[in-house]
């Protein structure tokens, strides 16, 4: 008996075959193989999935606590950066103080002590 299969022709899908199984498809494959060796090697997929997913919510809590301890760091490093420029001022050799003169010093006062020209 040879069918019409039109209403195939609108589904999408893909030219190439998969490289690799997803882990419900290793499941769906362990159901509907029954040889022993098929059984354990869809287990075996079965367990790298899950060691995968370990290991994976494993590394997104690292990269989150690094993610932490880097915004702790850049905070540090303004505070760092603002005391360090608060200090600068004070870390800098005083400035020269004008020397005061040894000696007396009259103070001139305009024409009140000069006498006039004399003739």
Same mark, same amino acid.
């Given at each position: 008996m040879v069918t019409n299969c039109d209403h195939l022709s609108r589904l999408k899908f893909s030219r190439v075959l998969p490289h690799a199984f997803t =882990?419900?498809?290793? #499941?769906?494959?362990?159901t509907v193989l029954n040889s022993p060796e098929a059984v354990k090697m869809s287990v075996f997929v079965v367990r790298a999935f899950v060691k995968m997913r370990e /290991? /994976?919510?494993a590394n997104a809590e690292i990269l989150q606590r690094l993610s932490a301890i880097d915004r702790t760091l850049l905070d540090h490093d303004d505070? /760092?950066?603002l005391l360090w420029r608060k200090l600068q001022p004070l870390l800098a050799p005083p400035p020269d103080s004008p020397r005061k003169e #040894?000696?007396?010093?009259a103070k001139e =006062?305009? !024409?009140r002590y000069r006498? !006039?020209?004399r003739k």
């Open positions: =882990e419900h498809g290793a #499941i769906m494959a362990a /290991l /994976l919510a505070a /760092l950066r #040894i000696g007396f010093h =006062e305009p !024409s006498t !006039s020209k």
